[in-house]
């Protein structure tokens, strides 16, 4: 049976890199199934690829294996390593990248990919997507255990958790990525609609674990000194050329601009700080 390889990296579409990688998993498992996620994470950015990460990994089947390769740390200390979580296997360098995905699964198992037979011959010091992840990701493929690959870990490394805190009359949250469209896609998540103009926020983030009400033309927006006054159910709801507040397909807190390019006009950049505060006033007047 064909299994899923689905890779994330930072190496973009202009060199040779995602195909010789693809090659090398094609050369040791011709039958797998090779779905591209993205190649487009700025250059060593771990985080932005972790939060892609999270957002993605679970519209994929069971049984899908997932390279991960956004390694600012290749050739030094850093483990590589593959995970068992729940029906997901992931390969990555140990530098956090898999922290967020693997905050969602209660048991897992990591093992450091030592054994050389599931390597290419000769490993370089700078491209080890090539070298280890490649080869690692067909073997598994091709049906090798997973703790074949060698000694087992205690865990995988952490990365500092986006900011989500919330208060009686105000949530904070930050700039976690900004999409090709320029909307602005925040770490204030789960949203979802129960009624016309309620939500209900399930934070992913923080310490606050239970479901808070928001009202959505009792919410302020405030980013980079700009205010957004309610939550838009979509973009039918403006008109070409507004600023406006929606819940976006992965239930974060978006801003965007009909048409338009909401981190350029607001000079935005990821980061950045992001609030709602919740009062009594009326963004269906407002707006």
Do not use: C
Request: hydrophobic share 45%; proline share 5%; net charge negative.
């Amino acid at each position: 049976m064909s299994k899923t390889i689905a890779l994330l990296t930072d190496f973009g579409t202009e060199d040779i890199y995602d195909g010789v990688m693809k090659g090398v998993i094609k050369s040791i498992s011709p039958n797998a199934t090779l779905i591209d996620i993205t190649h487009s994470i700025a250059p060593q950015h771990v985080r932005q690829a972790a939060f892609a990460l999270l957002n993605s990994y679970r519209y994929f089947p069971n049984g899908t294996i997932f390279m991960v390769v956004v390694d600012p740390g290749v050739g030094t200390a850093r483990l590589p390593i593959a995970v068992q979580a729940g029906n997901y296997i992931f390969v990555a360098p140990d530098n956090g990248v898999l922290a967020y995905a693997l905050s969602n699964f209660p048991n897992k198992r990591v093992y450091e990919i030592a054994n050389t037979e599931y390597r290419l011959p000769i490993v370089s010091n700078t491209f080890h997507g090539r070298d280890i992840f490649s080869p690692a990701v067909a073997h598994l493929a091709n049906g090798v255990p997973i703790e074949k690959l060698g000694p087992e870990l205690a865990d995988v490394i952490q990365l500092p958790m986006p900011e989500l805190t919330v208060q009686e009359d105000q949530i904070d949250g930050e700039v976690m990525h900004i999409d090709r469209f320029g909307n602005i896609i925040t770490s204030i998540g789960e949203l979802h609609w129960i009624e016309t103009n309620r939500l209900v926020l399930s934070p992913i983030f923080g310490d606050v674990k239970s479901n808070v009400p928001i009202e959505s033309s009792h919410a302020r927006i405030t980013v980079n000194d700009t205010e957004i006054f309610g939550i838009r159910v979509s973009y039918a709801e403006s008109v070409r050329g507004d600023l406006l507040a929606l819940v976006g397909s992965s239930s974060y807190l978006e801003i965007a601009v009909n048409q338009g390019n909401a981190a350029q006009r607001l000079n935005v950049s990821v980061g950045d700080r992001v609030q709602i505060s919740l009062g009594e006033f009326d963004a269906t007047v407002r707006n």
